[in-house]
């Protein structure tokens, strides 16, 4: 019962959360364990309860140094001794640090992954006596993810120099199969205690806003629904998350701004300034927010279109964390699409990893297209089967539009790639259905196709809305290449014999979206 009466009275709680007991037991026992709860979830406390039982300290590995210090206070307030060493730190208090661990004066040390190949750590904690060694964000592991971290690879053989083998405890917001395997494999987890909880999040309000006017959006979804409440906007680039924030101060927003190129003094201000309620809305990259713990986020808005689904999830889930309602709104334009590829082909990864990162953001492209019940269709990617087809609370739960039969376009639009032999992107079907006079169409003889204009009455965006529905409904696939091509799969088979329908919301047909790059 020690456990329970710890609980209460270090940390104030009087139940455990979902999968929190099952891993904090085991762990005590002298169990490895793997912990993989969504964000908000209650993995500190996975951690912390088991070295505070623990005889010899607990060494945790966090990549997440703005977060050591708000930890480490919280847990003194508690009165669980405990520090962190990062580079943050100066000499003087290095030292003075060095010489209480040596004390054995805490419970637990917190480390920035990078500390694992300092030979003079490395000495040091093999003179420690280690009870655990729990790895925090643990999917940093994998390359697979989307927050690859190459010092996390040091882990294993960190973990090789402490004798006895400490207990390996490892904790991650990141459910995809592949993932989770390699975190298994990578930090060798012996036999481990498994906690996976749902990633089910009801009370946030998942929906995509296809249109030209995204600040025009924004202001009106703020000034109607969240006048004075907090909020996060994403931007995929400093650039954006700049003249974003300088519009909306300019509409009299209290907007701040935090990204990667400021100084660290700048973004702690704005981001103490949005968890005090002086800023009302973060505009951001993705460098903000892992270890964000602000309950009272009221909508989280992605201006561009996320990289991929798990970044997604992660930074939708910094909405609602209190339990009550929070919007979750990707504001898609199809130019994100083009932009999300140029930032991938800038990071210039291997040819394996490109397609893989082409593949997710397909994903999300595919999300955004979908009629189907987002909330459904996140669970499905992290591979847990909802119990219910729609949910009731989504974008496309909630919709009341009209829908339209468009099982003829979608004949015309199949058979064109069919005659186009499979080996043509997205532009260039749209030209040939529409006739277009372009040089490319007409040298390669497309005019004289049966399906050369076939649409012409359709609008360009109205037929890439149609032909992106397809891809999210399996009938074509988009090849994972910078230049993809369009492909009929074996499904397309059912539309084209007539044996099956498909269906749209009429708003989203003959819209004239705000300008969009073609390129392709
Ligand atoms: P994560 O690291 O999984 O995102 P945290 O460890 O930051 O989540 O915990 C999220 C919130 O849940 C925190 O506010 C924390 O105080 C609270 N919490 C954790 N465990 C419990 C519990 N057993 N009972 C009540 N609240 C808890
Ligand atoms: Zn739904």
Redesign the pocket.
């Known amino acids: 019962m020690t456990l329970k009466k710890n ?1 209460s009275q270090y ?1 104030g ?1 009087d ?3 979902e999968g ?1 007991e099952k891993i904090i037991t085991a762990a005590v026992n002298g169990q490895d364990v793997l912990g993989i ?1 969504p ?7 996975c951690y912390q309860l088991p070295a505070l039982q623990l005889p010899g300290i607990t060494l945790v590995i966090s990549p997440l140094i703005s977060l050591m210090k708000d930890q480490v206070d919280a847990l003194g307030e508690m009165g669980i001794p405990s520090t962190f060493l990062n580079s943050s730190l100066d000499d003087a208090t290095y030292q003075q640090r060095l010489e209480k661990i040596r004390a054995n004066q805490y419970k637990l040390l917190y480390i920035a992954p990078e500390r694992l190949c300092a030979p003079a750590f490395v000495e040091l904690v093999r003179t420690l006596s280690v009870s655990m060694v729990a790895v925090d964000e643990a999917h940093c592991i994998s390359q697979w993810g989307h927050d690859f971290r190459p010092h996390y690879r040091e882990i294993p053989a960190f973990i090789g120099n402490i004798s006895p083998r400490p207990v390996v405890a490892a904790y991650t ?1 990141t459910a995809t199969k592949k993932v989770i395997q390699e975190i298994r494999e990578l930090l060798a987890l012996q036999d481990p205690v498994e906690s996976i909880i749902g990633f089910d999040r009801p009370n946030l309000l998942y929906q995509v806003v296809k249109t030209g006017d995204k600040l025009g959006y924004i202001k009106n979804t703020i000034t109607q629904t969240f006048p004075e409440q907090s909020g996060i906007i994403y931007c995929a680039t400093r650039k954006t998350v700049e003249s974003v924030t300088a519009k909306l101060k300019g509409l009299g927003f209290l907007a701040g701004a935090y990204h990667g190129g400021m100084s660290p003094e700048d973004r702690e201000q704005n981001q103490q300034d949005f968890i005090n309620d002086h800023l009302h809305i973060m505009v951001a990259t993705n460098a903000f927010g892992m270890g964000i ?1 602000k ?1 009272d986020v009221r909508f989280i808005i992605h201006y561009n279109m996320p990289q991929n689904m798990e970044a997604y999830y992660q930074e939708a889930g910094r909405g609602g ?1 209190d339990g009550e309602s929070s919007h979750c709104t990707i504001l898609y334009s199809p130019a994100d699409i083009v932009k999300q590829k140029q930032l991938i082909q800038l990071n210039q990864t291997s040819p394996e990893r490109e397609t893989l990162l082409f593949e997710n953001l397909q994903y999300l492209v595919d999300y955004c297209h979908t009629n189907d019940c987002l909330r459904k269709s996140i669970l499905n990617y992290f591979g847990e089967v909802a119990d219910f087809d729609r949910c009731g609370n989504c974008g496309n739960c909630l919709d009341q539009s009209e829908m339209v039969d468009i099982t003829l376009d979608a004949q015309k639009i199949l058979s064109c790639i069919y005659r186009m032999k499979n080996r043509f992107g997205l532009n260039m079907v749209i030209a040939v259905l529409r006739g277009s006079k372009n040089k490319k169409v007409l040298e390669l003889g497309f005019d004289q196709l049966s399906t050369y204009g076939i649409l012409q009455e359709q609008s360009a965006e109205s037929l890439r809305e149609i032909i992106m529905t397809l891809v999210a409904k399996g009938y074509i696939v988009v090849t994972a290449d910078e230049y993809p091509v369009l492909k009929l799969t074996p499904a397309a088979s059912g539309i084209l014999k007539g044996d099956e329908t498909v269906f749209h919301k009429k708003h989203l047909l003959n819209i004239k979206a705000a300008k969009t790059k073609t390129s392709g």
């Open positions: 609980l940390f709680y139940t455990f959360k929190q709860m964000t908000g979830g209650g993995k500190s406390l917001a713990n309950p964390r």
